[in-house]
Each structure stands twice: as structure tokens, then as C-alpha cells.
């Protein structure tokens, strides 16, 4: 089981995310090893929302060691660190097509909760021209586009940043009933993280108002991912985010990127709608998991 939105797992890239994890957030690992040689491993993470107390766990196991019992006891020993902590749901998350790993976790009591969709654009093969009219018409009706690195980085315009993130983030299907996570937990997370670029951070701006956010981000070499594109309720309709996934687009051109990336979940129909008359293609997705260990306390 692998994470989705996830950095390649260097050395220098998880003692970054162990440097901005949340403090004293419940994050533990196990590894199995065959004399020094780590084999097979898993992890047990609290998922960064207050309520429901929900723990994301992740097992993997090298090819040639399967069918031996480690999977097993490697989930077992994750399983416990989020009983110990009071989880009231588990998250897992399975490549699509992956049937061993979906029999895995339909054995110890998951049911899919959602899929995710992964997308991809070649950008050698991107042709904007058919799109050029889009930009010039938003930008007719008077919205500007402008990055997030031509404003003061002050930390009042980190926050506003922060609130048209939290505002958008609201709408996106599934994840959208969770809280967003608090300003300092997003911060740490987001402005000291390596995939981070101010230029990726594109704002929709009426007036002085932000309306729309596409931010992009390098999560490895040439490969740029669109972290989020949303726009304010009362401004959709009017091709801002079809605006903003182009600006998206020329950004991780202009950083010499090979590919950009994007992951929907399948009920977004505005966002598939607008991926694919972008012309990202289809990639294999993710199957999100979960498994509800007893009602949240805040649930009658
Ligand atoms: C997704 C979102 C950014 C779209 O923004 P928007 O500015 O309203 O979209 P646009 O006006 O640019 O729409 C572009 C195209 O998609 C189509 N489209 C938009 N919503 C659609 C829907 N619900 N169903 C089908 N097509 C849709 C439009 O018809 C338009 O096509 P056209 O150019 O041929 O007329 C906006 O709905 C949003 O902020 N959602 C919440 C955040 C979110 O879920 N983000 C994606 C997470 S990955």
C-alpha cells in the first residue's frame, strides 16, 4: 500500500516531512529486516483533523518475501498503535487493480470508501493554442492572475493564502467534511516543504478579493502535481478554473518540467470536466479504504 501525493522516499525528503510533522503527532514505523536489509515495513500516522480520530495505516512488503506472514503481523502491530491512541476510523489506500492488498484489507473488516483518480499531461505534447481564447475572455471580465511570489510574504499574506486554500478545500468530494487543518499545522507543512514554489502558489484575484487558487508543486524530478484548483463558490461558471489548470500548465513548463500530474476524486465532475478538456490522460487511481472501530464520540 502506497501513499498518494507523496514525495520519493530519499533520505533528504522523509527527515524533511519528519521536520514539519505536526508535534507530537502519533507517527510510528515498523520495519522488518533480513539480516540488515529492510524488507518489509508499515506505519501507523493520525490523520491531521481533529475529529474523527482517524489513524492511516500502510503496509508494504517486498515480492520475494510475501505469503510469509510479515503483511500480517506488520499490519497487526499498526493496527495497535491506533487502538492504543482511541482511533474511531482507519484509512488505507490501494492502487487500483491491486486485488491482493484489496483482499488484504477486506479480511480485516474495510470497505472502499472512495476512488481517486490519477491523471497525467506529457507537457512536450501539450498544445495550448486550442485554449488561448480562455484566458484573455477571464481575463476581460476583469480577474487577474497573479503568484503568490509577487505579493509580500508576510505572515498576512500567508494567512490569506491559508483561507482561500481552507475555503476551497471545503468543496473538494469526501475530504471536504473534514475540518481543514489549523493555520500553523498547514504553514509548516506547506511553506517549508521541497515541493513548495511561491510561483506554483497562482491566485485568482477580483479587485483586491482572492477568488481561486491553483497551486502547483515539483514532487519530483520534472514531475509537477496540481495540489488543489479551486475556486470561490460565487465566481464558478466563469472558466477561472479552467484558467487557473492552464496557468498550472505554463508553470510547470516554464520550470522545465516533463509531466504534471493531477488526482480527482470520482465524484468531482467540474474538475474531471475540466482535466479532460485539458487532455490529461487516465493513469491507473487509488482506492481509498476505511474501517470504523466505533461510533465518533461527537456522532448522537
Ligand atoms: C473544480 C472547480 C475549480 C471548477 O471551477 P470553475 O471556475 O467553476 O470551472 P470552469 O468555469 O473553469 O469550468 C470549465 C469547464 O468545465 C465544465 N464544468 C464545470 N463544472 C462542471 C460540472 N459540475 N459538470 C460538468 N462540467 C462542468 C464547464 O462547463 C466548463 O466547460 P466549457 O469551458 O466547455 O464551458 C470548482 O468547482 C471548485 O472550486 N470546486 C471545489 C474545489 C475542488 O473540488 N477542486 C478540485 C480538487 S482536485
Redesign the pocket.
Known sequence: MRFTHSLPATEENLASSEARRKPRTVFKRYVAVDGDVVVAYCKCERWPVHEPVRFIIGVAVEPEYRHQGLGAELYRLAEEVGFNEEAEQLWAQTAEHDKESEAFLERRGYTINFFLRSLTIVLKDFDASPFED?LAEVKSSGIRFIPFCDFEDSEENRRRLYDIHAT??????NL?EDHFEPFNDWARKTFDSPWYDAAGQILAVDGDRWI?IGAVGQFAQGIHL?M??????E???????????LLGIEFAKSKGGTEIQ????EN???????NQ?LGYRLQPGWNFWHRTIKQPSHVE
Open positions: 480562455i476551497v478545500e471545503r468543496d473538494v468530494p471536504g481561486g496540481n488543489i484548483t479551486g475556486v470561490l463558490r465566481y464558478r461558471g466563469r472558466r477561472i478554473g479552467m484558467a487557473l489548470k493531477s488526482q480527482n476524486h468531482n465532475a467540474a474538475m474531471l470536466a475540466i478538456k
